[in-house]
């Protein structure tokens, strides 16, 4: 697809022309990556940060959360609960906590292989090269790292630098953490104020660009005790991307068909717009991951990146068992194994055979 195109089906009307969107998208997605839908236990390790992205329920000015930081041996336990039900992966997400140090996630890394098979993935915002490069000695399998948008002017407004001196590159940050060997993958926010359809089809032939492994995209749903959140209310520009579950779902599609091998998840954002049926609905546009929520529940509320999060009531256990319900109601299978995307797997052999 080019430009044009991706715009056009951005802009498309409810209707035929868009219902054979989704069916291209779910066959290219039969082809490629199967019918399984691969489970990743998702660990929130701790709402500290200290950035102040204008967006982000947890960001370091909003004093009015209780913050944490979760202990190694909680960590393990949620580990050992991924084993048990039967996922491949692991996800460790976390604010950008300087708690969170090279030494305390690589030891975390080293303690959680050597008791499980599960592959494990981190996304823990921008760091020093010298972290990434020491988390996948110690056995990391994935990195995810949100480019959030690709229009420059639109990302340095919604994320200010910590100082003059930390303005980021993350799809540079993205190629590094290809280098270093990681599976690697990013995503956008969907409708964030300032976002036009222009800037959203360019988004959308970046994960191309990137090659990415893993996609992740949901639409932006406001969080009151943010700045973007208070403006909420206002006249949006003429084109605006609206943050609605339908956009987010075209999304899904267009990102299916342009990466076709990509591990593409049925995010928690569809979730939350559609308590009933938001998670299946991205199942049926090209998503082939699930990511239940295994963080103890003392934590999961305090975890706010934007409000009344899909599962944050859920046990470990209820979260499982509704992902299992969904994906058997849509006639889909569960995942073995870790899930590596076929895109990845693809990357590794290519790279093997030049080496060679």
């Not at 839908?37 to 960001?59: A, K, M, Q, T």
């Not at 590094?176 to 036009?196: A, D, K, R």
């Not at 990415?212 to 959140?229: C, D, R």
Request: with cysteine.
């Amino acid at each position: 697809m080019d430009h044009k195109e991706i715009v056009q089906w951005l802009k498309c009307p409810p209707g035929p022309a868009l219902d054979s969107l989704k069916a291209r998208a779910d066959k290219i997605r039969q082809e490629n990556v199967g019918d399984a839908v691969h489970l990743r236990g998702l660990v929130e390790l701790s709402n500290i940060c200290n950035r102040n992205c204008l967006y982000c329920g947890i960001r370091r000015d909003n004093h009015s959360i209780s913050r944490y930081r979760i202990t190694t041996d909680e960590v393990l336990e949620c580990a050992q609960k991924a084993a048990d039900f039967g996922f491949g992966s692991l996800v460790l997400q976390g604010g950008e906590d300087p708690g969170l140090t090279k030494e305390f996630i690589s030891e975390l890394i080293t303690r959680i292989k050597a008791k499980t098979h599960l592959a494990i993935t981190l996304s823990l915002g921008e760091r020093e090269v010298s972290e990434w490069v020491a988390w996948r000695n110690a056995g990391a399998d994935r990195y995810l790292l949100r480019f959030e948008t690709s229009n420059r002017a639109l990302f340095d407004r919604i994320h200010p630098p910590i100082n003059e001196h930390t303005a980021c590159d993350r799809i540079a940050m993205l190629k590094t953490l290809q280098s270093i060997g990681y599976e690697t993958g990013s995503g956008v926010m969907i409708g964030v104020p300032g976002q036009t359809y222009d800037d959203l089809a360019r988004d959308i032939a970046l994960f191309a660009e990137l090659d990415l492994s893993m996609i992740g995209v949901g639409p932006y749903i406001p969080h009151p005790q943010t700045p973007l959140g208070a403006e909420q209310g206002g006249q949006p520009m003429a084109d605006q991307v609206p943050n609605t579950l339908e956009m987010g779902l075209r999304v899904l599609a267009l990102a299916r068909i342009i990466c076709p091998g990509a591990n593409i998840p049925s995010t928690t954002a569809l979730a939350t717009l559609d308590r009933q049926a938001g998670r299946e609905m991205g199942l049926c546009w090209g998503a082939n991951v699930v990511m239940p929520n295994l963080t103890p529940l003392k934590y999961r509320q305090l975890y706010e990146i934007y409000p009344s999060k899909a599962a944050s009531t859920e046990t470990a256990e209820q979260s499982r068992d509704a992902a299992f319900r969904q994906i058997e109601h849509i006639g889909r299978s569960i995942g073995q194994g870790r899930g590596d995307s076929p895109h990845h797997l693809q990357q590794h052999i290519s790279s093997n055979r030049k080496e060679g």
